[in-house]
């Protein structure tokens, strides 16, 4: 499974937003200068996010976007699908063997498992300063 851009920086929308939800409005214009990102494509982002009732557009000179629901009842899980569609693992698993396909669909339930159970708010909170450890498979 890959999560192409569109995920990634929907997500990145979504956690600006959870950051800023009670203070109004937020631009794309504005996420896109703090995040170095192309606002255009953010703009065609935001459109299946607002037609998926996950944010409010708000017109006017000082408008923008906010969250349609408060940041705790959004998960990852929700902007993923929007912007990505489905979450499959792999292709055809039906003509793999049963073993395989049982550790396609462990995998995949997994990754649904992590997305569902973090929401904008987990994300939002999430201290930036913690170090993941990375590490590296030789084989």
């Known amino acids: 499974m890959k999560i192409s851009t569109k995920g990634r920086y929907g997500l990145t929308i979504m956690i600006a937003l ?3 939800h009670g203070d109004g409005p937020l631009s794309l214009k504005a996420i896109a200068q703090e995040n170095n990102l192309s606002e255009h494509y953010l703009e065609q982002l935001a459109s299946p ?8 557009s708000i017109r006017g000179a000082y408008g923008g976007y906010i969250l349609s629901k408060e940041p705790k009842e959004i998960t990852a899980g929700d902007v ?5 569609g489905p979450l499959t693992i792999v292709e055809g698993i039906e003509d793999e063997q049963p073993a395989q396909q049982a550790l396609w669909l462990e995998i995949r339930d997994a990754v649904k498992n992590v997305l569902d159970n973090t929401t904008l708010e987990n994300l939002a909170n999430h201290d930036d300063d913690e170090v993941q ?7």
């Open 49 to 56: 996010l607002r037609n998926a009732g996950l944010i409010k």
């Open 80 to 84: 993923i699908r929007v912007l990505e």
């Open 133 to 139: 450890d990375s590490y590296m498979f030789y084989i």
């Open 18 to 20: 959870t950051k800023k």
